[in-house]
């Protein structure tokens, strides 16, 4: 448990207002002369380094993220402190806004992804280093692999997947071998580019029915941009009832990024599909009770898209 005195002492506040904690670190706001910041804590040296390398190449590209203040190390753990934006999150308004207006919005929330998958050129994607913080055995950027990401992680999904008896467990572990065999034969020299790898409605601030920008970074890499299509997809639109608004997204993002190809996306799609399984069943018993649909969405959508590949 952080010790709330101790970080008020640490900025210099009277007060500060707990807003997430969870196992990778805790959010703050806090005011300081009458103006609101962002603390954040981070529990994991990579994602902190992830959040602000990101940051620090977007804010100098004038991409519409909030600007970090501070940065450093803060007892065993790692801060950020970072302007606080008076938007609101996509999420909590995406269900009130009329279908005209969701349109207008995921033409904006596709354009905006990519002019992030676009911000820095391929030249320069060795001299960001974002792609020392996946793994830190990697110490030379040529041998870097983007899909060796995911390869290394699904057996260790397989591991951790806890079948029901009601699971189709034959299909899933054949879904998730489908999609290793895939990822193992994915072109190693794919168009790769900055990728956010949590791009949905928690993390698109809105205002006055307009994206204000982009925030958290932690989990960001280099990677094939049409990655970054799937979280969003899979987490925010119904795949199958959602078809116009998925559309616009993906069409609105391809004038910037121009190269698509569905197939990767069904990929990925069944990649965030097993992700969720196992997510699920490596929580607390409580936390899984109430993720049992979030583990039949997954299910579903992993089956699907590797029969589809």
């Not at 280093?129 to 060796?148: E, F, P, R, T």
């Amino acid at each position: 448990m952080i010790d709330e005195s101790k970080i008020k002492q640490f900025l210099r506040t009277k007060y500060i207002k707990c807003l997430n904690e969870d196992s990778g670190g805790s959010v703050y706001k806090y005011f300081r002369n009458g103006t609101p910041y962002l603390f954040k804590i981070y529990n994991e040296y990579f994602n902190y380094m992830r959040e602000v390398t990101t940051k620090q190449i977007l804010i100098r590209k004038g991409f519409p993220t909030p600007a970090i203040i501070d940065f450093g190390k803060y007892n065993d753990n790692y801060f950020i402190i970072q302007d606080w934006w008076h938007g609101t999150m996509l999420l909590e308004l995406y269900n009130s806004l009329s279908n005209c207006i969701k349109k207008s919005i995921m033409n904006e929330v596709g354009e905006v992804l990519g002019r992030l998958n676009t911000s820095v050129q391929e030249c320069e994607l060795e001299k960001t280093n974002l792609w020392k913080y996946i793994d830190g055995n990697i110490i030379k950027y040529q041998n870097y692999s983007w899909k060796n990401i995911y390869l290394f992680q699904i057996p260790k999904w397989i591991n951790k997947i806890n079948f029901r008896a009601t699971d189709p467990k034959a299909k899933i572990l054949d879904s998730l071998n489908i999609v290793k065999t895939k990822l193992e034969n994915l072109d190693d020299n794919l168009p790769i580019a900055i990728l956010h790898r949590d791009y949905g409605f928690r993390n698109i601030m809105i205002k006055n029915n307009h994206v204000l920008g982009v925030i958290d970074f932690e989990y960001a890499t280099i990677g094939d941009p049409v990655f970054d299509l799937s979280k969003l997809l899979f987490n925010d639109l119904n795949y199958e009832r959602d078809i116009e608004l998925s559309n616009i997204f993906i069409n609105s993002w391809k004038s910037k990024v121009k190269k698509f190809d569905i197939n990767r996306l069904k990929l990925y799609m069944a990649i965030q599909g097993g992700g969720a399984i196992q997510w699920v069943d490596k929580q607390s018993p409580k936390i899984q009770n109430l993720n049992q649909n979030y583990r039949e969405k997954g299910m579903k959508i992993l089956l699907k898209m590797a029969k589809e590949l």
